[in-house]
Structure formats: structure tokens, C-alpha cells
């Protein structure tokens, strides 16, 4: 009994001990620097108690977090029973100065009060609240403090003050209704309604300019949603509808686990004021409408849409939300409206339709085909020659293309034909290789009429051209080229700047007639040509063969002075140039068995067209200098006939002194001093 006397006292002193440590305004004394201490630690804040009383029954504490923001708590609780019905109120005034604690800066104020009734296993919370300006009530019911039931009724928040409170931009103003009925929100057991409406809703113009450059005109909308939770499903309905955009949804939402059967429908009037949202530099309308239906595993989105004025329809099989296969059509889309809606120059007009199945959409083993026809195209020539600079306007160019494309992994190969009144290119395979972004391609170009590239070329030529070869681009660009041209045949080749061209028996005649030059020179030319594109500079080197000259006028001039017919005559020999741009310094040095022609730095403006050129003529020991300036086709000529005269004069005159003197008298020394 001494030792039960013992035990029982010092149960009686410790819960003596612990009551005056936690129930008395002592044990309050003791305690409240050290739950301050923690809750300055954890928050960061200068936290302090204006009151801390917690008695054995009851509790009253008013925390001041900082100054003008406070938390205040005060009423009942039963320890052993462990209920309470608690009041409780939190004066937010400057929200702005409790970014520790909320991990954000926030703006404004908040307020909110309301009583916890129940017990640890089960309570009761019922508040109110002005939050933004609104009229906010709620009732919360929870179980082991997980939420069971939540009724909460919102009345005219305003939007723009959260979004200011939240620490966001004004981006738009409007007034909130909520209305939260969950009778049950146990999962799988769920049983309630949300109803939200968003109305006298309107963008803030200025904000959308400032921040996304985004002109929009004066744009109000409303927003509601209404669903109906019951057991494991969700019906909805719901509607934002602008003067700028309509979006429509409604169906059924399985959450757990995830099952969809629900329709869509997107009306944008002016695409450009959702860049905020999609990140995307678009403008104009779209309609766009469809169905979602399925599982997570394996889900359909079907849908379709008038993109830049197009009947197009798509069908994707999605798994775990990525898609897994695909098929579309774009039918009449106007290439016109796309370019514009993408923010792209008005390239051309065109009629553009596009069908794809892609068998397998995963980027690693993409699978599928694609073929895409473009007719009734027609180049925007004024556009085209303003932009890049053409000297003289672009023809009216129409056009039309057919191209089958193959995806493979990571190759994406195409056929394509291409025809316009400019040129015709035909591709049998186009290979982008999508790894590694090189691109390789043979090619065939037909060119009905040179003439036509004029506003490119700058200069007129004449006939057409044939050619084909391969471009290949990855780290370097090469390029090759072949054509029968001129009787004779190129071959060229480009790697990244530097052109060169073998030239093998080309005819002079046909290629002075492409260029429309005067044809005075019939002859094959075997010829080397390197030219660097950046720096436009180049040398070009030829051997000229088995040539004869067209008739005129320096070579009937030669033929009055020399008594020679030099276009009986067969010429050979080398041809060079060194070319800087639009200017050609040239040489030329033919011979025949008896005469020569020979021009050094001869000056030919490709451009201008002028020419000034010194021709050193020998016919047969006749030695006749000819200069040609001014325009190439029509030049200016000069003849120098002084040595020819010098020598008929000579040969005149020692036959008259001869006649008179007589065959023995040297006559030339005679006449030394004459000529």
C-alpha cells in the first residue's frame, strides 16, 4: 500500500505538472517563445503572439504573422473527447509582405472566417469569405481530414482583381459566379453538380498590346460550365463564347480510370489573339469541330476544319495521349489564305490538296504516305520582282505540281513534278533525312523559253535547255549538272561556292544565237570555266577549232585592204577570259596556214553590252589593225590599213621605177627613204 501511496502521488504531480505546463497562463508563458520560435522558422516571418491562451477547455490565440496580417483562432475543445468547436478569422491586409509563406508574390488583401466543429475523426467547416470582391460562402465536411462533401457558393467575383491578387496581369475583366454542390466526392462514389459562369467578360486591349503585340478590337465574352458527377462519371457541358472565338464542349468523363466520350467545336474569328495561349504567330479564322472517345490506352480523335477556306477532315488514333496512327484530307485549300494566316508574303495563288495515312506516328518509326496536288498556281510576279530586287518585272508565271511523299523513320522521300510556264522540274526521289537535316535529290529541268528568265538573268537569250543532275546537302552543298546544248554537252559541277563546267564541242554559231550575239564565228569550242558565286569572279579557258568566219564587216574590210578572202580560211587556236562580275577582260589568238587574228584585253560589259577591243589581223603578211567600241551587237570599227597601204604604195612605185630604170638598179634602196 506505501509503495501504491508512492505511485499514486507521482501520477498526481505529473498530471499536475503537465496541466500547469499546458493549461495555465504559467505553462502559456512557457511555451508561447517556443511555438513563436518555431513558427518564425518555418515561415520566415517576424511572427509573434498578440494573444496565446489555451486552457483545458478552451482556446483563444490571435497570431500576428506581420504586421496588419493575422490569424485568429478561439473557442472550444474537449481533450479526451477529442471534439472542438473552433471560430476562426484571417486578416490578410498586405499579402504582398508574406511571399516566404505563400512562395509567390501576391498583391492585395484577403479575408476569410468561419467555425470547425466535430472531432478528430469527423468535422464540420463553415465559412465565409470576400475574396475579390465577392460573395463567397462554404461548407466543408471531412473524415480523417480527407474532404467528403463541399457545398461553396461564389457571387460576383471579380475577375481582375484575383488575377491582380494572384500576382497576374489584367488581362481581362469580368464578373464569377460559382456553385459547388458535392454531396459525396468519395471516389467512385461521387454525387454532386459545378455550375461556373463567367459573365460581362472583356480583354484588356492595352495589356494583349503590350505584352504580345497583339492588336484585337474590343472583345467580351461570357463562359459557363455545368457538371453532373454521379458514381464514376462526369457530364459537362460547357461554352465560352466571344465576338472573337466560340469554344463548345460537352460529354461524358470517366476520371478513374479515364474514359472519354465527348464532343468539340472551336469558331475563331481572329486566331492572332490566342498567341498567349498557343504561342503561335497566326492570324484569321478557323472552324474546327470533332469527337474524343475512348481510353487512355486507346483513344479517337476525329475532327474536322475549314483551315484557309479547305474542306479537311483527320482521324488520329491516340495511345497514353500520343498519337499512334493517322489519316487526313485537305481538300481546296487557297494556298493565298494559308500564307496569310502564317504571316507569309502573298507568294502565289494556288489550290492546294494534300491526303495522308500515316500507319505509324511515333517520330523514331514513322511510317506513312502522303500526296499533295497544287494546281491553278499563279506566281505573284509584282510581289516577286519588289521583294528580290528585279531589275525588270517577273513574267505572269502559272503552275501546278504533283508530289507522292513516303515516310520512313527518319527519311522523308518524295517524287515530285513540277510544271510552269518559267520552267518544268521533275524529282525522282527528294531524300530529307530528318536525323541529321540533309537533303539529297536528283533533278531534271526543262526550259521551253531562256528569254522568260530575263528579270533573273539580266540578260536576253534565246532557245531553251535541257539539263539534269544531283544536289546533296548536308555539311556542304554539291551540285551537278548535265546538258546537250549547242551540239555539244556541259557538265558542271558546284560545291558550296565554287562553280566549274567542262564545255566539250560546243558550236560557237548556236551559242552566240542563244545569247544573241552577231554569229561571225562557226567553230567547236573545248572550254573549262571556274567561277566563284559569292565573289562573282572566274577564269574561263577554250580552244576554238576548225573555225571559219560569217560574213562581216572587219573581215570585208580586210579583204578590201588585203586582198585576201580570209572566210576561205580555216582558223584554230585559244580563247581566254577573266571574269569580275558583270565585267570580262578576253583574249583571243587564232591561226590559220596563213594569217592570224589576235585581241588581247578585250573589255565586255555582260550587262551594258559595251565592248572596246583592239584586233591585231595579219592576212597572208598583211598586217591590218581594227578597233570595235560601243554597243556589241552594233560596234563602232576603226580600221588602221596604214602598213597595208605603206606596202601597196611600195610595190606601186618599185614597178614604175623598175620600168624606167631597168631590172638592174636595187630600186629598194633607193626608196628607203621614202617609206
Known amino acids: 500500500m506505501k509503495y ?239 465576338n472573337l472565338a466560340k469554344i463548345t464542349s460537352s460529354g461524358n468523363v470517366k476520371p478513374e480510370p479515364l474514359a472519354v466520350d465527348l464532343k468539340y467545336a472551336l469558331h475563331v474569328a481572329e486566331l492572332a489573339v490566342l498567341k498567349p495561349l498557343t504561342n503561335a504567330d497566326l492570324r484569321g479564322a478557323l472552324k474546327l469541330n470533332g469527337t474524343l472517345k475512348g481510353t487512355k490506352a486507346k483513344m479517337l480523335l476525329l475532327g474536322k476544319s475549314d483551315i484557309a477556306a479547305s474542306k479537311t477532315t483527320f482521324d488520329v488514333n491516340l495511345k497514353e495521349f500520343a498519337p499512334k496512327s493517322a489519316k487526313f484530307s485537305i481538300e481546296h485549300l487557297k494556298l493565298q489564305k494559308l500564307l496569310y494566316m502564317i504571316k507569309q508574303p502573298h507568294y502565289a495563288d494556288a489550290v492546294v490538296d494534300i491526303k495522308g495515312d500515316i500507319k505509324n506516328a511515333d517520330p523514331k518509326n514513322l511510317k506513312g504516305d502522303v500526296v499533295t496536288t497544287v494546281t491553278k498556281g499563279l506566281l505573284d510576279s509584282k510581289f516577286l520582282t519588289k521583294a528580290y530586287k528585279f531589275t525588270s518585272p517577273m513574267p505572269r508565271t502559272t503552275f501546278h505540281l504533283q508530289a507522292d511523299t513516303k515516310l520512313n523513320k527518319n527519311l522523308i522521300d518524295t517524287k515530285l513534278d513540277l510544271y510552269s510556264t518559267l520552267a518544268n522540274l521533275h524529282n525522282k526521289k527528294i531524300r530529307f533525312n530528318m536525323k541529321d537535316g540533309s537533303l539529297e535529290s536528283d533533278y531534271r529541268v526543262s526550259i521551253k523559253d531562256l528569254n522568260r528568265l530575263y528579270f533573273a538573268t539580266e540578260r536576253h537569250l534565246k532557245g531553251g535547255l535541257n ?141 551594258t553590252k559595251r565592248i572596246k577591243s583592239v584586233i591585231e589581223i595579219n592576212a597572208n603578211g598583211n598586217p591590218l589593225t581594227v578597233k570595235l567600241s560601243g554597243n556589241a551587237q552594233r560596234p563602232k570599227i576603226q580600221v588602221d590599213a596604214s602598213k597595208i597601204l605603206k606596202k601597196e604604195a611600195t610595190k606601186a612605185v618599185t614597178k614604175e621605177l623598175q620600168k624606167h630604170l631597168g631590172k638592174d638598179v636595187n630600186v629598194g634602196n633607193l626608196l628607203k627613204g621614202l617609206f
Open 4 to 242: 501504491l501511496a508512492w505511485l499514486t502521488g507521482i501520477v498526481v504531480v505529473l498530471v499536475g505538472a503537465v496541466y500547469t505546463l499546458l493549461f495555465t497562463s504559467l505553462g502559456n508563458g512557457l511555451i508561447q517563445p517556443i511555438v513563436e520560435t518555431e513558427i518564425q522558422k518555418q515561415t520566415q516571418l517576424p511572427s509573434r503572439f498578440q494573444r496565446f491562451s489555451i486552457g483545458f477547455s478552451d482556446i483563444d490565440i490571435l497570431l500576428e504573422l506581420n504586421p496588419n496580417n493575422t490569424i485568429e483562432v478561439k473557442g472550444k475543445y474537449s481533450l479526451f473527447a477529442q471534439s472542438f468547436d473552433i471560430n476562426y478569422a484571417l486578416k490578410l491586409q498586405e499579402l504582398a509582405t508574406l511571399e516566404t509563406l505563400t512562395q509567390k508574390k501576391l498583391n492585395d488583401s484577403f479575408f476569410t472566417d468561419g467555425n470547425v466543429k466535430g472531432n478528430m475523426k469527423h468535422l464540420f467547416v463553415k465559412g465565409e469569405s470576400g475574396v475579390s470582391k465577392s460573395n463567397t460562402s462554404y461548407n466543408i465536411e471531412l473524415k480523417d481530414f480527407n474532404p467528403i462533401s463541399i457545398i461553396a457558393d461564389v457571387s460576383n467575383l471579380d475577375l481582375a482583381s484575383l488575377l491582380h491578387m494572384l500576382g497576374e496581369k489584367k488581362y481581362a475583366d469580368a464578373a464569377v459566379d460559382l456553385k459547388v454542390n458535392f454531396k459525396n466526392i468519395t471516389p467512385h462514389q461521387l454525387d454532386g453538380d459545378i455550375v461556373l459562369l463567367t459573365k460581362k467578360g472583356e480583354l484588356n486591349r492595352k495589356v494583349m498590346k503590350k505584352d504580345f503585340g497583339i492588336t484585337v478590337p474590343k472583345t467580351l465574352f461570357k463562359m459557363n460550365l455545368d457538371a453532373k458527377l454521379k458514381g464514376d462519371d462526369v457530364d459537362y457541358r460547357y461554352m465560352l463564347d466571344s
Open 467 to 607: 539539263a539534269n543532275g544531283n544536289v546533296k546537302k548536308a555539311k556542304d552543298l554539291d551540285f551537278t549538272m548535265h546538258s546537250d546544248i549547242a551540239q555539244g554537252r556541259v557538265d558542271a559541277k558546284l560545291h558550296n561556292d565554287d562553280f566549274h563546267a567542262d564545255l566539250t564541242k560546243l558550236q560557237t554559231l548556236d551559242i552566240l544565237d542563244m545569247l544573241i550575239y552577231p554569229k561571225i564565228f562557226k567553230s567547236n569550242i573545248d572550254a573549262k570555266l571556274d567561277y566563284n558565286l559569292v565573289a562573282q569572279k572566274g577564269d574561263f579557258k577554250g580552244y576554238l577549232s576548225d573555225g571559219m568566219f560569217t560574213r562581216n564587216g572587219v573581215l570585208d574590210l580586210t579583204k578590201q585592204y588585203a586582198h585576201i578572202d580570209l572566210y576561205k580560211q580555216r582558223f584554230k587556236g585559244d580563247v581566254g577570259a577573266k571574269i569580275n562580275k558583270e565585267n570580262i577582260v578576253a583574249s583571243l589568238d587564232l591561226k590559220s596556214n596563213t594569217s592570224s587574228i589576235v585581241t588581247k584585253n578585250t573589255y565586255l560589259n555582260s550587262k
